[in-house]
């Protein structure tokens, strides 16, 4: 199957030693590993269905696009890494940081086109193609939907990246009934130039708003043939301002008492030279008219809308590099190392006007239990990093060779903040070679434990 082996290959990317890769982003990178697995035995447990099923085999073919992407973002993330390696003598978290990003960015993407595949497979049979278009013009799809013994079938002719579902909840926004529904059909057709209905004004995010509706469909923008809904901003930008929003529209199921929820998942940009935006093919109105769906009852119906308003004033958040005011090394010298049998901590000391301590486990701790001397650095006022602040320290941690004259080293980085105070390594030196005599770890009974912290990086939270 594609992909399976360079999932393994990412596996063991994480796994050995890669501790430049943040935390949060190698384990994001292992749940979306576990989702590829999975499509992947959906794939091979699907092959043959499809034969006699339209859905099932467009499903799989756009999984198997899907997969064949991730396995390029994987391959293209894991080659990153390692050119970043061999191309500097001094790798730090940061340096693969836009490697991270990009992949952090790349498998969200997939992973959120898996689920709209699957989603729409599982429970409604809407066969949509991976990138937001379909590969086919008016690809015809069909769902069922069932609550105790009243069930019904809906078809859509799919020509555009609209996504329909079906929820409980009611709109938020705006909730429009239209009784006599026919008469009013009658009479927008007439209406040749005027077919289109207004609801009253309502308010969401600050702003007014009108729902408007082509029962007809709005053929100007392709839409003859199904029903047309739109959304108009009352209040007309000034200059150069706009607003951003996206909507939802809604379809009350009367039998099923649910809402068809239409929406095509883009954002809008409402301004003075654009007030309307909406979905020229938001249902078929030979799907709408059946009696049987419960769309359209005793000759009523009703609409619905909900906007979301994406505010202009963003909050403001800023990284800044701390510049180099004080020495950022510290020597911890522990003697009478051999008696120690616990964890072990040094004296608090200060650099760049925070305060620190380092911590070892002289007989390993959790993973390195045992087996290897375990070292970490904390940051003993992590807790004032409050309010959405955060630290990344880029550092190294060592222990003098007393008897050579050198040191073994890690380096790590990690982002502090008032609930991670501490990192480092549970298995930072093996036991064996500390305790090796042709090594000078342990000189006289004396350890020599020191930090390097090289770069150092503060968020807040400016507005």
């Given amino acids: 199957m594609a992909a399976e082996s360079t999932i393994q290959d990412l596996g063991r990317f994480l796994e050995d030693g890669n501790r430049l890769i943040p935390e949060e982003v190698r384990d994001r990178l292992k749940r979306f590993a576990s989702r590829l697995n999975f499509v992947n035995a959906f794939i091979k447990n699907s092959e043959g269905k499809g034969d006699q099923n339209e859905v099932v ?14 396995e390029v973002v994987i391959k293209d993330f894991m080659l990153a890494v390692e050119k970043q390696k061999r191309s500097s003598t001094f790798v730090s978290s940061m340096s693969i940081g836009p490697c991270c990003l990009a992949v952090d960015r790349n498998t969200w993407k997939i992973s959120n086109t898996i689920d709209d595949i699957l989603d729409n497979f599982q429970r409604y049979g809407i066969s949509m193609n991976v990138g937001g278009h379909c590969d086919r013009p008016n690809t015809r799809a069909t769902f069922e939907s069932t609550v105790g013994e009243n069930s019904s079938t809906y078809t859509f002719e799919i020509a555009n990246p609209v996504v329909r579902s079906i929820r409980d909840k009611e709109p938020s926004d705006l909730k429009f009934e239209i009784e006599s529904f026919q008469a009013l059909l009658n009479s927008t057709a007439r209406m040749r130039s005027t077919e289109r209905i207004e609801s009253s004004e309502f308010t969401s995010g600050g702003y007014s708003w009108v729902m408007i509706i082509y029962l007809n469909g709005n053929t100007k923008d392709n839409g003859t043939g199904h029903v047309s809904f739109y959304l108009r901003l009352v209040e007309k930008p000034t200059g150069r301002n706009s607003v951003n929003a996206s909507f939802k529209f809604f379809i009350l199921d009367k039998q099923r ?10 954002e809008r940009k409402f301004d003075a030279g654009h007030l309307e935006w909406g979905i020229s093919q938001a249902l078929p109105i030979a799907t709408f008219i059946d009696a049987s769906n419960g769309l359209l009852v005793n000759d009523s119906c009703t609409f619905g809308a909900e906007v979301y308003v994406i505010k202009n004033t963003p909050t403001l958040v800023r990284l800044s590099l701390m510049q180099k005011t004080t020495l950022r090394s510290h020597p911890w010298v ?35 239990k045992d087996k290897y001397l375990s070292l970490y650095l904390y940051l003993v006022d992590a807790t004032d990093l409050t309010d959405g602040r955060k630290l990344y320290a880029d550092f190294v941690l060592s222990i003098k060779d007393q008897l050579n004259d050198s040191d073994h080293e890690k380096s790590v980085g990690f982002w502090f903040d008032s609930g991670k105070d501490h990192e480092g390594f549970d298995d930072f030196l093996p036991l064996t070679e500390l305790n090796n005599p042709l090594k000078g770890y342990k000189a006289n009974g004396t350890v020599i434990i020191a930090t390097t912290i090289n770069e150092m990086f503060l968020v807040t939270q400016v507005s």
């Fill in 257 to 266: 008492e649910t809402y068809i929820t239409i929406h095509d998942g883009k």
């Fill in 334 to 368: 522990v003697d009478y190392f051999p008696l120690l049998n616990k964890e072990t901590y040094s004296s608090i000391f200060p650099i760049e006007g925070r305060h620190w301590k380092l911590c070892l486990y002289p007989k390993g701790n959790l993973r390195g």
């Fill in 57 to 70: 085999r467009e499903t799989i073919q756009q999984l198997t696009k899907t997969v064949q992407k991730a």
